[in-house]
């Protein structure tokens, strides 16, 4: 009978216990969006809405009639449209826990365990650590992080997170190995260990002891009436019909081939992980989508004589669980393809993605980079396919891969299940996959490889090759595999085999996705992994059949697979004298710490909608450097709901503002000078309609010449803004001619995103009453969105009240370009007279805000043949975009801190801000420091090399001694500096390990270690007076209670905890007897930016002020009545008209420099810290993996410990970010390529060194600042160099022993690519190169 669709159908389901009908139900609505809009359940967050980062993530419960179980899962809300949920549950940070009621355990753990910073993330974590535990109530280490490979955190460096996890896991007897291959059971080398530790003090910065136990019956349970459902459930096909798709849901088979025999173009959505991101990013559009549910042939597991069939609609967390069983339960020789598909199911993607997407989408998807494919392909898998005409199988094969007509589906087929055959006696298949981060990324190369022997011998029965990431799709070397076979498996066959592979998988410079040379090398690595594995098995089973492994090649198969995390904290105890009510000193949780955990932390999309509200979203240039010639308009203003276009034109001659040093466009009226720059807005009456209008206007361009992207580009055409600085120290020309000998080098370090989870949001309210306005605003810097939104409106700034309760991460980004996205929306809001949202999709918000500036460095260096240095001449080159904004002062501070920790008696430094066609640069945690840090120590490296000295002797030699002046002749102490790295070097063992890592380089041909002692001097100052200026406000109420604000930004780094910590101190009060609700230019005025490491130090010292005020008011009360309270002493305070609202004021320190002779003052005073890391590299592939790292701090007397700590490793983590993973990629026309956590990886769980410890340093007397504190929110950023180094001590041991002595340079970030490529050796000698010019590549490095 032909199916007759009705409709439309009611949806049905749960949210927190709570049932959720849905008469009108919209397929393109996702549940994030429907959760935060239409429930106000704004716990669940937008990170990126591509599955990417995990700030979505919410639980997902179904029950199956067929085996009557509920299954618990995490799933990303934004890939999930709300008509995939029928009878489901759908749980989220709100339903487990809140602090009306009670909060949950895990929401507890990660708030006290200081695993919450600007707490976006938050909610994430949450949820994907209590879908595990739903499951898993004590489960292991790697079941957790597995659990949580799909989270992002930008702010806390994921320690305090995995040490949160941790209390609900399995304690085991044996810790699983440490990486220094000592096991807790080896009492001998204990007792070594023990007695190391001995001296350490060790102190927690959390109560296990107070913790909430886990108590699974306090969850939720499956509502009954979803059970009923279910059991009961009418077959017949669900429709829901939207405003321009329809969604339609068999759940028979039947009805699914009857529908799809109807629309054969539909896609079937399973997951929606493939179709559901290419929907919305590349612009596919699907009228009809056939999604199934239930359907139980598509769920179906046989296990059949010649191995298993498994249902394409399972998923593939389902197909892990399976495969984990069948291994257990089958010999060996059966389970060689299921083992090496289970190796790459625990790597592939987040475990939100792998519990939602499906066998079948990850098939026939195709993707080049497919971790399925290649296996599945060598595994000789059929595909059982159905239409309404019947059922055939086809072979999953090379035809089927490249989409041959002859071997695909037809339109109207379903994949209803796959076969994989048991593998053979004799026949070995094996998994590669080299990706950019370990986990949550796509492969760059993947690979699966099987081969077949004659029986009992090594004589190759037949062979089978499958390559993806390099083409369209998964490749096959076919033409290798039939030469080899009746080949011995030995040397000689390998020799041939790479030449072979290299010839046939071809890969043309310009490639897309670029790093050719390094798939080139890949390709051939990984042949010749399989070779060694296949020997080593074939060596299991029949001795005789082939040599020995050479000596050093054991270890080559080992994976970095981590099991344990390890950590010590150590930081000063508060004097034993200190009042137990004083908090200053303690390590007290982000006071925000339970409502981030909980989501009740309001962040400004978070704020209700406003009656009539609209929303906007930007047109941006997609030329670098071009001639608008007309812009059209008419299309976006033809789609219902548009209400106006805002064009330069609208802007007229308010269309500029000069926020820091020139006047800088809005809009770009004549010409564009970027890819990115906003050229206009679109207002509509809801966000998707803004944007689809954005992208219907239509803008003519003519290019215009020159297009400079690259810093080389910049020097060639003198493009540089003014002025240029420079600093000269001693005499550098006659120094030269004294030395023993002089290098010269330069070093390229590429730029950063800031990538703080909540991107750029606004929200402006216009009153029309006085022209007053209200701007909610995720910003660094409300006084400059004051002041450009008082510009643009021809208002004066106390009509403009700007507010922001909290950031979800800044480190920079928030400062100038905010204000410039804020002006723009207010005057939207002012020309509209409605108040307009404005909230940047992840995508625009990476490509119009900019980010780090990329550097060139170019030194010149004269040293002794002891390895002092005595005279260096070097330039910056900072890539800075297509307009100024913060450049100049990027490379004034790049001047006078590119000594490191180094003196150097004749210096000579030039640093130009290069002007180019690119997206502007703007400030970033460590403003130029993390840099030019980076170009000191390279050129350190090279002198070490070049001397043939230890680069740690090197550095000693050089290092500031205790009394010193640095290059612009401000004294320096720098005893601190010595003390951070002898400690350093004390608690890292550091003379020890390098002797154990030389000996296992020795015995470790294809594995290299490597072990960095990076120290540094961070100097702390704003370079002016008035730039530290700081002012707060207090309240006194009648009833006692205590209002705070103050000029500091809460992002994440805790400031208006430490600013209650202090006003705790100052009125001797409890903490929470005091409020702080946000910032506002409406309470203090004329703020200076958040940022540069000193916000809690200035604020904290105009709060002192204000609150000394008051106490000094109230001392006469307070004194007659030493045992009253506080509401007692407000209240006579009041009787006798004695005000009880103070303003504090702190003036800044004193700053001078002058330029034009090079020296000055500039810095209050100096951080000092000494990092220790120690990697391992696998020199086939370029992976690595960070074993262990020790910082040393010199923080003065901290604030709040946990805190301080927390700044430390989320910096830490942040650099190592910078140095090793995080990669902008640019097209060769200055587009950027990298929009997203897909395509640019920032740390995750897995880059956490194993073992991570933090310690201060007993604290010294800092004159001047608050309570003798330092501000630490950016320094320990460029100790993630130390991870670099420790790299580059690997890859020099790889060079070494391949005959590479000489003196080698490395950019950063060294990546899997360049560590690969710099651990040169037979293969990358076998692989064809291009030449330069001879192609247009991918990418270019700018
Ligand atoms: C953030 C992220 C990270 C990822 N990382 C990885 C990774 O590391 N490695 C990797 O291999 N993959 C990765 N992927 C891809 C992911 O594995 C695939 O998107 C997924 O397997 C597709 O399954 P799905 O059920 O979601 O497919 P859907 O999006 O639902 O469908 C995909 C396609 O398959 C078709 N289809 C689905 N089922 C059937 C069927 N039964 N019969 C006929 N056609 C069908 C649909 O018509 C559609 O064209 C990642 C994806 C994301 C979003
Ligand atoms: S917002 Fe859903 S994964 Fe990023
Ligand atoms: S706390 Fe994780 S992103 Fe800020």
């Not at 906007?616 to 001639?627: W, Y």
């Amino acid at each position: 009978m032909p199916l007759a669709l009705n409709g439309p159908s009611e949806l049905l389901f749960y949210v927190n216990g709570r049932k959720v009908r849905e008469k009108n139900a919209d397929p393109e609505t996702m549940l994030l969006s429907y959760l935060r809009k239409k429930l106000r359940l704004t716990g669940t967050k937008y990170g990126c809405g591509g599955g990417g980062c995990g700030a979505c993530t919410v639980m997902i419960s179904r029950y199956d009639p067929g085996t009557k179980k509920i299954r618990h899962y995490s799933a990303n809300a934004c890939l999930l449209s709300i008509c995939s949920l029928y009878g489901t549950a759908v749980t989220t940070v709100e339903g487990i826990g809140n602090t009306k009621t009670r909060i949950h355990p895990v929401q507890e753990r990660i708030a006290k365990c200081h695993g919450t910073q600007c707490g976006f993330c938050s909610p994430g974590m949450v949820m994907s650590l209590y879908s595990l535990l739903r499951n898993i109530p004590k489960p292991s280490m790697d079941q957790l992080m597995e659990a949580l490979g799909g989270n992002l955190c930008r702010c806390t460096g994921y320690r305090p997170i995995v040490d949160a996890c941790k209390t609900f896991c399995k304690t085991t007897d044996c810790c699983q190995g440490k990486e220094n291959g000592i096991c807790c059971f080896d009492q001998e080398e204990n007792e070594l260990l023990d007695s190391e530790q001995e001296n350490m003090t060790c102190e927690k910065l959390f109560q296990e002891e107070e913790f909430l136990p886990l108590d699974p019956t306090q969850e939720f349970i499956f509502p009954p009436e979803l059970m009923l459902m279910a059991e009961k459930q009418t077959k017949t096909t669900r429709v829901f019909y939207g405003e321009r798709i329809t969604w339609i849901s068999p759940v028979t088979l039947r009805d699914l081939l009857e529908v799809k025999a109807k629309y054969p173009d539909a896609p079937i959505v399973m997951g929606n992980t493939t179709v559901g991101p290419d929907m919305k990013f590349k612009g596919i559009f699907h009228s009809v989508i056939i999604s199934p549910d239930g359907i139980a042939e598509l769920n179906a597991v046989n296990y059949k004589d010649n191995g298993l069939t498994i249902g394409a609609g399972c998923s593939l967390a389902q197909l892990k669980d399976i495969l984990t069983d069948m291994i257990l339960e089958l010999p060996v020789e059966k389970t060689q393809t299921y083992r090496a598909l289970l190796k790459h199911l625990r790597t592939l993607a987040g475990s939100q993605i792998r519990n939602v997407a499906s066998l079948g989408g990850n098939i026939i998807s195709r993707h080049s980079t497919s971790d399925l494919n290649p296996l599945l392909a060598v595994g000789n898998c059929t595909l059982n396919l159905a239409s309404k005409d019947g059922k055939r199988q086809i072979p999953l094969n090379d035809q089927f891969l490249m989409r041959a007509r002859s071997a695909d589906l037809k339109p109207e087929e379903i994949l209803v299940s796959v076969n994989i055959p048991y593998s053979r006696k004799w026949e070995f298949v094996s998994a590669f996959r080299q990706a950019p981060r370990q986990q949550n990324a796509l492969a760059i190369v993947n690979s699966g490889m099987r081969v077949l022997f004659e029986e009992d011998t090594n004589i190759i029965r037949d062979i089978c090759i499958f390559y993806g990431g390099i083409g369209t799709t998964t490749v096959c070397a076919k033409k290798i595999c039939q030469k080899l076979i009746g080949r011995a498996w030995n040397e000689e066959m390998l020799g041939e085999a790479c030449k072979l592979v290299l010839a046939e998988v071809l890969l043309p410079g310009s490639a897309p996705g670029g790093m050719v040379e390094y798939k080139r090398s890949l390709i051939v690595s990984f042949l010749f992994k399989f070779y060694i594995e296949v020997l080593q098995n074939l060596k299991m089973m029949n001795p005789s059949l082939c040599p020995s492994l050479p000596d050093g090649y054991g270890s080559v198969l080992e994976d970095f697979h981590s099991k344990h995390y390890e950590t010590v904290l150590r930081y000063q105890k508060v004097d034993t004298k200190q009042f137990l009510q004083d908090p200053v000193g303690r390590p007290i949780m982000h006071l925000s710490g339970i409502n981030h955990a909980t989501g009740e932390a309001i962040y400004c999309d978070d704020i209700p909608a406003h009656d009539q509200e609209l929303f906007l979203a930007f047109v941006t240039s997609s030329r670098a450097h071009a001639k608008i010639v007309s812009i059209d308009t008419s299309e976006a203003l033809k789609l219902p709901g548009v209400i106006d276009v805002l064009t330069g034109k609208d802007l007229q001659d308010v269309n500029s503002f000069k926020s820091f040093l020139e006047n800088e466009k809005i809009l770009a009226t004549d010409e564009v000078l970027g890819v990115g720059q906003i050229v206009g807005a679109v207002i509509a009456d809801s966000d998707i309609k803004a944007k689809q209008a954005a992208h219907l206007v239509k803008i003519e361009y003519s290019d215009l010449k020159p297009v400079i992207l690259t810093i080389e580009e910049a020097i060639q055409h003198k493009s540089f803004y003014e002025p240029e600085r420079k600093i000269e120290y001693g005499d550098v020309d006659e120094a030269f001619k004294a030395v023993d000998q002089i290098l010269e080098g330069e070093i390229h370090i590429g730029g950063q995103e800031h990538f703080y989870m909540e991107t750029q949001s606004m929200l402006v309210v216009p009153y029309g009453e006085d022209k007053e306005m209200d701007i909610y605003v995720s910003t660094q810097f409300p006084r400059l969105a004051q002041d450009i939104v008082a510009s643009i409106l021809k208002v004066p700034s106390n009509k403009i009240m700007c507010h922001v309760k909290r950031v979800g991460g800044a480190f920079g980004g928030k400062a100038s370009k905010t204000g410039f996205l804020a002006a723009i929306t207010a005057f939207a809001a002012n020309k509209t007279g409605c108040p307009v949202r404005c909230i940047l999709e992840r995508g625009e918000d990476i490509l119009i805000t900019g980010g780090r500036h990329p550097y060139l460095g170019k030194y010149k260096v004269g040293f002794m043949n002891d390895g002092r240095i005595i005279a260096l001449d070097v330039v910056h080159y900072a890539n800075s975009g297509f307009t100024l904004d913060l450049s100049l002062f990027v490379i004034e501070m790049g001047l006078l801190k590119l000594d490191n920790a180094y003196k150097i008696p004749n210096l000579r430094c030039r640093a130009l801000a290069c002007k180019t066609n690119l997206p502007s640069n703007t400030a970033f945690r460590g403003f130029g420091y993390p840099q030019v840090g980076l170009i000191m120590e390279s050129c350190i490296m090279k002198v070490a090399a070049q001397s043939g000295l230890p680069p740690e002797k090197v550095r000693m030699i050089n290092m500031y001694k205790e009394m010193d002046e640095t290059h612009y002749k401000q004294e320096i102490n720098a005893k601190n500096l010595i003390k951070c790295w002898n400690e350093c070097m004390e608690i890292s063992s550091y003379y020890a390990r390098k002797a154990m890592i030389e000996d296992f380089n020795k015995k470790n041909y294809w594995k290299k270690k490597g072990i960095a002692l990076i120290p540094m001097k961070f100097p702390i100052g704003l370079g002016s007076l008035a730039a530290g200026q700081a002012a707060a406000l207090v309240h006194v109420y009648l009833d006692g209670s205590v209002l705070v604000t103050h000029c500091g930004i809460e992002m994440g780094q805790g400031v208006h905890t430490k600013m209650i910590q202090v006003v705790s101190r100052e009125l001797g009060m409890p903490m929470d007897n005091i409020h702080l609700r946000g910032t506002s230019t409406e309470t203090v005025p004329n703020a200076n930016a958040s940022g540069g490491s000193v916000v809690a130090d200035l604020n904290g010292m105009a709060l002192q002020d204000a609150c000394q005020i008051l106490r000094k008011r109230l001392e006469p009360i307070i004194s007659k009545n030493p045992h009253g309270t506080w509401k007692e002493w407000a209240q006579e305070a009041f009787n006798q008209s004695i005000s009880l609202s103070a303003t504090g004021y702190f003036r800044g320190y004193e700053s001078d420099m002058d330029w034009e002779k090079g020296e000055g003052h500039p810095f209050t005073y100096f951080v000092y810290g000494t990092a220790c890391s120690e990697v391992e590299v696998d020199c086939l592939t370029g992976d690595h993996k960070n074993i262990r790292t020790d910082i040393v701090m010199d923080v003065g007397h901290s604030i709040n410990p946990a805190l301080d700590i927390g700044q430390v490793e989320g910096a830490f983590i942040q650099g190592v970010g910078l140095y090793t993973l995080e990669e902008l990629k640019y097209s060769p026309e200055g587009i950027l390529y990298t929009r997203g956590p897909e395509q640019y990886k920032i740390p995750s769980f897995c880059d956490v060194p194993n073992e991570f410890n933090v310690y201060f340093l007993p604290p010294s007397e800092v004159a001047q600042t608050l309570y003798s504190s330092k501000g630490l929110g950016e320094s320990a950023l460029f100790l993630g160099s130390s991870v670099f180094f420790a790299l580059h001590d690997a890859i020099r041991a790889a060079r070494q022993e391949r005959g590479f002595s000489g003196v080698f340079t490395l950019n950063s970030p060294l990546t899997p690519e360049k560590i690969r490529m710099a651990c040169e050796d037979k293969f990358t000698k076998m692989i064809p190169k291009d030449e330069p010019g001879s192609y247009v590549p991918w990418d270019i490095c700018i």
